[in-house]
């Protein structure tokens, strides 16, 4: 079992920055792929980025340029650092593990860019 606990989000303006962390427990993060989904209201979730145990990231083309993944093993974190922020990026923001077949996902947290 593996409990994910978002926490960061909140009311952003339009060019600005948030941060988002998700504490995993469980002794394997290290070697877990991570990765952010959103959900828009009204919308499906959609994959946000993701990085592997070694360090590779990939990102979809709607954050590119704009939005780092990022982990701290040691903590048990993984981290989405959000920069020049658009009202379409308002959306509640999920981190995401895959272990052993199945899927593993936090409550979410709220992210709200105003223009």
Do not use: H
């Amino acid at each position: 079992q593996v409990q994910l606990v978002e926490s960061g989000g909140g009311l952003g303006q339009a060019g600005g920055s948030l941060r988002l962390a998700c504490v995993s427990s469980g002794s394997d993060f290290s070697i877990a792929t991570m990765a952010w989904y959103r959900q828009a209201p009204g919308k499906q979730r959609d994959w946000v980025a993701r990085i592997g145990s070694g360090g590779y990231t990939d990102y979809s083309d709607s954050v590119k340029g704009r939005f780092t993944i990022s982990r701290n093993n040691a903590k048990n974190t993984l981290y989405l650092q959000m920069n020049s922020l658009k009202p379409e990026d308002t959306a509640v923001y999920y981190c995401y593990r895959r272990r052993s077949g199945s899927d593993y996902w936090g409550p979410g947290t709220q992210v709200t860019v105003s223009s």
